[in-house]
């Protein structure tokens, strides 16, 4: 490899991991405050099946098959063994 | 005697312990397994649980550890001599800090990375996890206090570092604000985040700020200390990424190019050790070196902060069991390094054994002041930095450290607020801005109570400090010896270090009792028997549970 290739690369990798540096710590904590926000806006596409009216709710149903997963993730996340709602049938 | 043989000796045992003993440790008593699946993996799930690499993490460990402590612990602790210091941070490091804060996180990961309080309540019982949160409340409470009082004295004996000190703040809010939301280049912004920092250091003391001797009929300490409790009341509320994410980033870097300086600065100026020995001068009202120094120092020798650190996040990220020597031994190793530094700064820094002896002219004189004064000028006379300069840096460094730790614990507290908010059933007191309050509030009260606002008495608590940190190991060092007992591992080398510490701990108590009852202080005299109740049962506790647990080792044995 060149020596300019070999600059570019460790420069790259000094980049990387710098930002490894930066992100390191707080990455959980930023992650959790994402995974919130994910959370809420899932359970506004279920709102529906909760009883909460949503004027969205023709573009929301188009959602719910994509958010299935995540549902059942988030409902074992809160302790809850089985799937909290009878139409909703995840595990 | 010059310095560069304590730096070199200290280093040597360090790194022999990490050679030997800690491979000793990992593979025969711990038997850290390279093919046991870390919950990291097994209960991956992106946020909390993801595997890290084991450079990084032990860095993330390091700096959340590294505080103050192992700064100002070192630098009082040289009024005995620099050699019962030096002994009991380098065989500390080695035989009760390494132990220890790598047991913890193997403990952790060996039980779904549960912190340290859920691992007390499954692995011993609910005796030992209700004793558990009594002492970690009061660990946190006092390491707030105590790390307020100790900034607030730093900013008033160098007028010159109150504009670097608040300046690094905005630098590191702008930081934020160019990384998150512009997504400027890293390396340019710290760059440009480092330089404007050294710049501030480099005109501060052409700028000092003292307050005025009263401000509303509050001293100049207790506005300080008001103002910093404020700052962390809203730095912990605030999202991360717009000051804490950057803070402990500019915090990191000047740390390693701090402590790189101050490390060179030694081997190149090679400066005379003044301070003595063995101090056969103390001086009037200084208590006794057994058991004192065991709790004057904690961090950097072995402190239960470590484990909380170790069980919370650090477990959570653990990619292969065998990881756990370098992320939580090398994590020890890393603080002991440290307080290895501010001995030496404490103890060859000054001119002369008269100066010296000016300074540790009272019990708690030395601190924070000697460490500045004396790395300042050993910075000066290896790297040619002038005085003022170097003083300024050190403190900004010791400054910026304290804050964080301050920081980070008024967080930890507010958790247990409202953790107890929901145990209790108190809907206000779950709420963010209540347990804050709360939070503040009691570790004010405490920081105005141990006298801290007159700027004379406030490191007054420090060896209680000391001691209930330890407690704290204690328990978490029961944790690790009964899992071991369990599997019919020899835990002594567990055990003992546990019933080092908690012997020391009790006399080191009784004599603070004594002490602050001698001298009428109230307030201090109740919260130390307080802390001694708390030691008893833990002591009564280890004894009862390790009996218990042998002996169901023998009938199955």
Known sequence: MSKLGNIKDWVLRANTALNTYYNAPYRAAIARARRDEDDLFMLLVFSEMMGIPNPASWYTLELQPLLLERFHDWHVRMGMEKSPFDHISCC | MNAIFLALFGLTVMFLGFFFYSRFIADKIYQLDPDFETPAHTMQDGVDYVPTNKFVLWGHHFTSVAGAAPIVGPAIAVIWGWLPALLWVAFGTVFFAGVHDMGAVWASVRNKAKSMGALSGDVVGKRARSLFMIVIFLVLLMVNAVFGVVIANLLINNPGSVVPVWGAIVV???????????????????????????????????????????????????????????????????????????????????????????????????????????????????????????????????????????????????????????????????????????????????????EWKEVYSSFGGGGLKAFVDGGGAILHAGTGISPEVSATMLTVMAALFAGTTMDTGLRLQRYIFQEWGEIYNLGWMKKAAPATFLSVGSCLALAFGAGGASGSGGLLIWPLFGTTNQLMAGLTLLVIAVMLVRRKTNAIFVIAPMAFILVIGLLALAIQIYTFFSQSKWFLCGLAIVVLVAGVLVTLECAAVLRKEKQAAAATG
């Not at chain 2, 710049?199 to 003292?210: C, D, E, H, N, Y």
Request: charged letters at 5%.
């Open chain 2, 172 to 354: 590191a809010m702008v930081i934020g604000q160019a990384i998150y939301r512009f997504k400027w280049n890293l390396p340019l912004v710290s760059l440009v985040g480092v330089v404007v920092l050294y710049m501030l250091i480099w005109t501060g003391p052409q700028v000092p700020i003292a307050l005025p001797e009263t401000t509303f009929g509050l001293s100049a300490s207790a506005t300080w200390i008001l103002l910093l409790f404020a700052y962390a009341a809203v730095a912990s509320l605030l999202p991360v990424w717009v000051l804490l994410q950057p803070r402990d980033y500019i915090n990191g870097l000047q740390l390693f190019v701090g402590l790189g300086l101050l490390y060179i600065a030694v081997f190149v100026a090679g400066p005379t050790v003044v301070a003595p020995m063995i101090n056969p001068d103390v001086p009037a009202g200084t208590p006794s070196l057994f058991p004192l120094l065991f709790v004057t120092i904690a961090c950097g020798a072995i402190s239960g902060f470590h484990g909380i650190v170790a069980s919370g996040t650090t477990s959570k990220q653990l990619n292969r069991e065998p990881d756990a020597r370098l992320v939580g031994y090398g994590g020890a190793l890393g603080e002991g390094t440290l307080a290895l530094a501010a001995i030496i700064a404490a103890s060859a820094g000054f001119a002369t054994y008269g």
